[in-house]
């Protein structure tokens, strides 16, 4: 199975194409891009083309296109998601979904893994991953009180993540490591999404929707 992946969760777009033959392209930003405002709108296209020329594939060799849902920026899984609607649809491929913070987790080296996103106002993306299991589903929570229901546990996890770079201070002090600034693992990468999406089942591009947790921070005015 060919799969083309891209992820728009966080400010950096990443795009991955891993063919058949179990081979993987992958155009993945370096993670000082995460500290940058996003432009998933000028980025993410030609990061796609970037892969597929160098896995030197067409769209007709391509079985299914990955995306990250989320949660994360609602403006960049807006831009990712129906990017990768309109794509398959053009190409008459199924879509798969895959969590951005189950492929966050699966870029960090460690046996319980924290991945988080920052989700703005003061509040964090969080899962916790036990080697392959999700011990906590996703979930919305400021730093404090994640550092304080992990603090005193019998298994110290490992974070990554932009979310963690944001309130590295305030992890650490409570005992969590968190992987250097320069790590590769900081950034949701189109490769894992597109390797968790080879378990994946195929869906019609209409059906894949973003997972944002929350209600978006502006409202329509009544």
Known sequence: MTLLGIDTSTPAASAAVLRDDGVAFEVAPPPERLQRPPAHATELMPAVAEAMERAEVDWSDLDAI??????????????GIATARALATAAELPLRRVSSLAALAAGIDGLVRLPLIDARRGEVFAALYEEEREFWPPLVIPPEELAEQLGNAAVTPLAAGDGSLRFRG?????????????????????????????????????????????????????
Do not use: N, W
């Open 66 to 79: 990955a995306v990250g849902v989320g949660p994360g920026t609602f403006t960049g899984l807006r831009i």
């Open 170 to 222: 305030m992890l650490e002090e409570a005992g969590i490591p968190v992987e250097p600034d320069d790590s590769l693992a900081h950034v949701v990468r189109a490769l894992y999404i597109c390797r968790l999406a080879e378990g994946a089942p195929d869906e019609p591009p209409e059906a894949v929707l973003p997972e944002y947790l929350r209600e978006p921070d502006a409202k329509p005015q009544q």
